[in-house]
């Protein structure tokens, strides 16, 4: 069965960047039928989707976010990485990763709290 | 960018009743391209159906989804004790990107 994991600091300091690694586990990251995205959740509020990256390093992100998204892969590590640069306050949120099959997320880790505070 | 507008924000209902959840969307979303999922606290979202229509697997058949254009539904033909979450309904389009509705809570009456 396919895991997903978080990790990485949940405490980000304003100005600087979150980074976060997604490792995929049960299943193969190289797989060509699937992108893998990272979702997030601010606190009360709905879901927004960040962007993906394809197992050949192909990615699209959220306009709203493409300024200072980047989405990486390791398919050695099987791990797939967010850095999200000149964090806010309003960055805090529970950040997800997903793999996204042709249009939906069909499978997710449980997701990271990550909170911006000086 | 789509927006989904998900109706009612809660549903208080008793378990054995039927739980009728809404999604509009303010442009049309092809339903191939509409999904539903549900999410309990602590817990990864669970995807249910995709498609507008189709069960993931081993979902119940107890959940459905149905509708076009720009109106969904998601329906739970007799709620059970687990079924108690908030769902949120999903669109993909042209430009590429993913959007959510804000949930609907499904709760204990």
């Known amino acids: 069965q396919l895991q997903l994991q978080e990790s990485g600091p949940g405490l980000v300091k304003p100005s600087q960047t979150l980074s976060l690694t997604c490792t995929v586990s049960?299943?193969?990251?190289?797989?060509?039928?699937?992108?893998w995205s990272w979702i997030r959740q601010h606190p009360g509020k709905g879901l927004e989707w960040i962007g993906y990256?394809?197992?050949?390093?192909?990615?699209y992100y959220n306009p709203s976010l493409k300024s200072r998204v980047t989405i990486s892969i390791d398919k050695s590590k099987s791990q797939f990485s967010l850095n999200l640069s000149s964090v806010t306050a309003a960055d805090t949120a529970v950040y997800s990763c997903?793999?996204?099959?042709?249009?939906?997320?069909?499978?997710w880790g449980q997701g990271t709290l990550v909170t911006v505070t000086s | 960018e789509i927006v989904l507008t998900q109706s009612p924000g809660t549903l208080s209902l008793s378990p054995g009743e039927r739980a009728t959840l809404s999604c509009r969307a303010s442009?049309?979303?092809?339903?191939?391209?509409l999904a539903w999922y549900q999410h309990k606290r602590g817990q990864a979202p669970r995807l249910l159906i995709y498609?507008?229509?189709s069960r993931a697997t081993g979902i119940p058949d107890r959940f459905s989804g149905s509708g076009s254009g720009t109106d969904f539904n998601f329906t739970i033909s007799r709620v059970e004790p687990e079924d108690f979450a908030v769902y949120y309904c999903?669109?993909?389009?042209?430009?590429?990107?993913?959007?959510f509705g804000q949930g609907t809570k499904l709760e204990v009456k």
């Open positions: 997903a793999r996204t099959g042709h249009s939906y997320f069909d499978s």
């Open positions: 049960g299943g193969s990251i190289s797989s060509g039928n699937y992108y």
């Open positions: 990256i394809y197992y050949n390093g192909n990615t």
């Open positions: 442009q049309s979303v092809r339903s191939s391209y």
């Open positions: 498609g507008a229509s």
């Open positions: 999903q669109q993909y389009d042209n430009s590429r990107m993913f959007t």
